[in-house]
């Protein structure tokens, strides 16, 4: 580490990765601090004996092959694949989908019966949403207005996007239609090799192009001076730079690093206010060496829930859980399966726990979990060799993201990430905030979008 960068990225999630990445290749010199001993963020992997999890590769939108060829080069793209089925299976109905436009569009007539003018009407009110235009509206009437009163149509629609970055039918309108329009084109889309084959590839890149890597390299201070940051404080050691792209935190981020005497009262009273979508859980189940599981899909949205109920989704009561299955094909040449369950549970329910209740809340999760999929896999248990859980209490201690917040700020949060350099000049905020530029997609494009913003501002 030398004593002064142009610009300091703190953390290599996807959305610094990405930023760090473009600005390189403008030239700049870069460092990318990263706290954990391993860079990808929440877009990261883990290895238990055998085994490697993949907590966040469940799916994302066709655009991400477009972004990794445009901003990471050709040998990402081509490693972006469709899979190959989604599966819902609810008390309200049961159905596979290739979850692209025409499939959908079919699905809604043929299975739900509704006529194809509502359906072609949903879908125009999708493709007119915009950002800028007033977004007043919330999911629940964007939803009433077009199938009023049709709670499986609902359902249908919502779910996966509950499960991808757990919003709900009462934000705006906009931050669904943005996600669920991203994914209704193509279909999803995972990587080849793994997160740890991509991440890998990142950092192998990174290094061609001279952006100085420091993992286990925590920031815990920006310093500004004259309205500008001047440094950051790196393990204990003082580094100037002229720029800050923080893709940690963005509440700690103005009130802990940087610090609030430099920001406006009505910037922090509103940015005080901003909600975290703060409730993923995971169970992750290793298949034994040899064992091989049924095709189930790719990805199965389940549920007992009789509606879709975002207090029951998001209650520690759990009753619907999405299961990721993991085929060899996934890492070709091996040979090996696992499955990664997503549920969404509050943080402040896991926070108050005892450390006893805690661990006993880790394992009913599991044990509620391997019942619960044995519907689908009987002989689940025979072959299972490997198991643990997430809470949003792992993701915070991984990350650093406060309350374990998984899919960064609801959206009233993006507007003070966008802001954050009309406060302090030289400093940036990247990754996963709003809804709208969250998951994979929104995140890494995010990067480039405040990439071009510090590039600007060095100019
Ligand atoms: C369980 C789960 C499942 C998901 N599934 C999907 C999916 O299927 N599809 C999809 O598209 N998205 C999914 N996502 C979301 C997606 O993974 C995230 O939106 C995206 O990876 C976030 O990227 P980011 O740029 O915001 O950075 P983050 O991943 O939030 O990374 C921030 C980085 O900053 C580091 N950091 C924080 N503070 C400091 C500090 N002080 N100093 C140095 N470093 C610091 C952290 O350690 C971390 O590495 C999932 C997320 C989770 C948790």
Redesign the pocket.
Known sequence: MRDSYDIVV?????????AARRLAREGRHILL????S???????YFQRRDHIFD???????VG?RKSLRKYWGKDFAERVVQVRSIRFHNPQFQLDTTFDNRDFRAKLQELFGLPQERVEAFFAGIAAMNYYDDNSETTREFFQRYFPGRTDVWRFLMEPIT???GSTLDEPAISYGIVFGNFMSEGVY?FQGGTDCMIEMMQRELRSCAVEVETS????KIYVAGGKVRAVR?NGREIACQAVI????LP??VLE?TGQEFFSPEFLSGLQKVRLSTS???VYIGIREGATIPYIGDLLFTSTCPEYNTDALLSRNISSRTY?VYYPEIRPGTHKYSV?A?MNARYEDWAKMTREEYRAAKKAMIEDTLAALEQYIPELRSICDYTEA?TPLT?QR????LQ?????SKFDGLRYSMELFKQVGGLFH????GII????????N??VITANEVDRYLN
């Not at 907590?55 to 939108?61: E, I, K, N």
């Not at 923080?246 to 935190?249: A, D, L």
């Not at 374990?404 to 960064?408: K, V």
């Open positions: 703190i953390g290599g999630g996807l959305g610094g990765l990405t601090a990263e706290q954990h391993q860079l990808g963020g929440l877009a990261t907590v966040a590769l469940h799916g994302f939108p991400m499960y991808a970055n995972t390299a925590a920031v815990d790196v923080s893709n940690g935190s700690r981020t690093w993923s859980c995971q990721s990664v997503s997430a993701f991984y990350t650093g993201h374990g917040a998984t899919f960064g990247t990754g996963s905030v530029m969250s998951g994979w997609l929104g995140a890494a995010y990067g």
